[in-house]
C-alpha cells in the first residue's frame, strides 16, 4: 500500500490550497480514508474524514466551513481544499487509511506534505 500527498505549500493567511493523496496497492473504493495534521511539538491530529463512498464525512471543529475532503474513485485519490488558511494551519498534513489483516489492524501513512501559512 503506498499513499502520496502533494499540493502543500507556503500561502498567505485567507488563501487556499488544495490537496492530494494518490493511493495504490489497495481496492481504493472500498476503503473510508482521512486527513491528519501534525504541527511542530504537538500531536498528530484528525482534520477531516470521508467514507468509502464520498457520501459520509466529518470535520475537526478548528476546521469546520473552511476544508471539504473529497475523494474520486476513479482516480484512487482523495482531496482536501482548504480555504480561508490561518497561520494556525501551518502543519504537516498526512493522509491515511487502515485495513483489517487477518486480527490486525493496519494502518497506513503518506509521507506528509508540508502546508504554511504566513501571517
Known amino acids: 500500500v503506498q499513499l502520496v500527498e502533494s499540493g502543500g505549500g507556503l500561502v498567505q493567511a485567507g488563501g487556499s490550497l488544495r490537496l492530494s493523496c494518490a493511493a495504490s496497492?489497495?481496492?481504493?473504493?472500498?476503503?473510508?480514508m482521512s486527513w491528519y495534521r501534525q504541527a511542530p511539538g504537538k500531536q498528530r491530529d484528525l482534520v477531516a474524514a470521508?467514507?468509502?463512498?464520498?457520501?459520509?464525512?466529518n470535520y475537526a471543529d478548528s476546521v469546520k466551513g473552511r476544508f471539504t475532503i473529497s475523494r474520486d474513485n476513479a482516480k484512487s485519490t482523495i482531496y482536501l481544499q482548504m480555504n480561508s488558511l490561518k497561520p494556525e494551519d501551518t502543519a504537516v498534513y498526512y493522509c491515511?487509511?487502515?485495513?483489517?489483516?487477518?486480527?490486525?489492524?493496519?494502518?497506513?501513512w503518506g509521507q506528509g506534505t508540508q502546508v504554511t501559512v504566513s501571517s
Open positions: 491515511k487509511t487502515e485495513r483489517w489483516v487477518g486480527v490486525r489492524l493496519i494502518q497506513y
Open positions: 496497492g489497495i481496492t481504493f473504493s472500498i476503503y473510508a
Open positions: 470521508i467514507t468509502s463512498d464520498g457520501r459520509g464525512t
